[in-house]
C-alpha cells in the first residue's frame, strides 16, 4: 500500500480509496503532518469522480489514539502560528467530502477518533471497538462540531456523559445509541467495509453524489459553524494553564499518546 508521508497509506482499489493510519507504536495517535495528509487525500477524492467511495481506518486492530499530545504541545508554545491545527484541517475535509466516506472502526477510537465518524457517511464498527472523548479530562473543550452532532446522533444525555463525564461506549453501546451503523467480528471488519464502499460505488456516482449534498445542504452552515466555533474555544483550552498542567503530568507516564 503506497506511503503519503510516514504513517499514511494510501489505496485505490475498484473505484475505492481506502486510507490507512499506521503508527502503531503510538497506538495510531495523530500528528500535524499526518492529518493534512490525510485531508488532501480526502480532498483529492472529494473532487475526483472516479472515486466512489472512501474508507478511513487503522492498521493493526486500532481506529486511532487520537491527536498525539506533543503535537498539542508544540501548538501552545508558538500561539503566533495562525495555521490550523492538523486536526481542523482534516475536520473541514471530512465534512466538505463529496464522496461517500466509510469509518471502519477496530479497537481505540479516540479523541478526533469518535468525532470524525460524525461525518462519516457510515461508521463500523469490529467489536473490539471502544469509542472515548476524553477531552474535559485533558483540559480541553469539545471538538468536530460534537457539540451539535453528537446529541443528534446519540441523543443528548448519552452526548453529556461522553462529553462531561468521558464516559467509554463499547461497540454493544455504540450500536444501540447510533454512533455506528453495524458491529461484525474483527476478523470480518475489512472485507465487511470493502463490500459496503465497493457497493456505494457501484452506484450511478451522479446521483450518488447528488443525494450526500442534499444530506449536507439540508444541515445549512450549522456544521461548518459549529466547528469553527469549537476551535476556537478549543485553542484558548489547550493553550490554558490547566490543560499545560494536565499534559505535563500525561508526559511522566511512558509512552505519552493520548
Known amino acids: ?87 481542523m484541517v482534516l475536520l473541514r475535509a471530512v465534512a466538505g467530502c463529496k464522496a461517500p466516506l466509510i469509518g471502519s472502526v477496530s479497537g481505540l477510537a ?22 472515548l472523548t476524553p477531552f474535559v479530562d485533558l483540559g480541553l473543550s469539545v471538538e468536530g462540531a460534537s457539540s451539535l452532532l453528537l446529541p443528534q446522533v446519540i441523543g443528548p444525555r448519552a452526548a453529556r456523559e461522553m462529553l462531561l463525564l468521558c464516559d467509554e461506549l463499547d461497540s454493544d453501546r455504540a450500536l444501540g445509541l447510533g454512533l455506528v451503523d453495524t458491529v461484525v467480528p474483527d476478523v470480518d471488519l475489512d472485507s465487511f467495509t470493502q463490500d459496503r464502499a465497493r457497493a456505494l460505488a457501484a452506484k450511478p456516482r451522479q446521483a450518488l453524489r447528488t443525494a450526500k449534498r442534499m444530506l449536507q445542504e439540508a444541515r445549512g452552515t450549522s456544521v461548518m459553524d459549529t466547528i469553527e466555533r469549537e476551535y476556537v474555544a478549543f485553542g ?22 493520548e
Open 110 to 131: 479516540i479523541g478526533i477518533g469518535t468525532t470524525v465518524l460524525l461525518h462519516c457517511d457510515f461508521a463500523f464498527a469490529a467489536r473490539s471497538a471502544r469509542f
Open 1 to 87: 500500500m503506497p506511503e503519503l508521508v510516514p504513517h499514511i497509506l494510501a489505496e485505490e482499489d475498484r473505484e475505492v480509496l481506502t486510507l490507512t493510519i499506521d503508527r502503531q507504536e503510538k497506538k495510531n495517535a495523530l500528528t500535524r503532518e499526518m492529518y493534512e495528509a490525510l485531508a488532501q487525500a480526502i480532498d483529492r477524492a472529494s473532487e475526483d469522480e472516479t472515486i466512489g467511495a472512501v474508507v478511513l481506518r487503522g492498521a493493526g486492530g486500532i481506529f486511532t489514539a487520537g491527536n498525539d499530545l506533543r503535537d498539542f504541545q508544540a501548538r501552545a508554545a508558538t500561539p503566533d502560528d495562525q495555521r490550523p491545527s492538523g486536526g
Open 236 to 257: 484558548e483550552r489547550l493553550r490554558s494553564e490547566e490543560a499545560q498542567a494536565i499534559f505535563k503530568k500525561f508526559f511522566e507516564k511512558p509512552s505519552p499518546v
